[in-house]
């Protein structure tokens, strides 16, 4: 039996079998995914509302281990180097729109900010009472009779002692 697509000396449309390897590179594995400028532009704007690594893949349909290769192939160190400088500059950019609205008159972030930049509280004084205004009526434990307390100790005592098979002459 002869191949009749092969030549003389095993040679097939004029390429030997390693020629051919060489010639047309083997692709293993899924084809390559990248990570062009406008998915880049999204995955920053995503950091900067501090969307994790697996929210980030989901959304640009790839692994959060092929995103960090990604980012690396464009000089940050990983996901993390990348996550902790465009996560500080959302929290810029929300500093700024709060402190605009601020200036703008709105109350409540004017009163958030005192809080958080001034040290400001707010401070609320409650008085409780008694019955007819009068003061809250308590005992301590210290307070309680000497003798109650040493025949409640005492009962106790020799309950246990009964649980427990021994007699009071044991004790």
């Known amino acids: 039996m002869t191949d009749v697509s092969r030549g ?78 465009h996560t500080a500059e959302g929290r810029a950019a929300l500093r700024r729109m709060q402190w605009k609205s601020a200036e703008q008159g709105n109350v409540g972030s004017q009163i958030w900010l005192g809080k958080q930049l001034l040290g400001q509280r707010d401070f609320s004084r409650q008085e409780l009472s008694g019955p007819n205004g009068g003061p809250i009526e308590h005992k301590d434990v210290v307070e309680r009779d000497a003798e109650e307390f040493t025949s409640r100790v005492i009962r106790l005592a020799l309950a246990v002692a009964q649980d427990s098979g021994t007699s009071e002459a044991d004790a």
């Open 8 to 85: 003389a000396g095993g040679v097939r449309g004029g390429l030997t079998a390693k020629r051919r390897r060489a010639a047309t590179p083997a692709k293993p594995g899924r084809p390559r995914i990248e990570l062009d400028d406008k998915s880049f532009a999204q995955l920053v704007s995503m950091a900067r509302i501090h969307c994790t690594a697996e929210e980030c893949s989901s959304v640009l349909g790839v692994s959060p281990d092929t995103l960090d290769r990604r980012l690396k192939e464009r000089g940050y160190t990983g996901w993390d180097d990348f996550y902790v400088k």
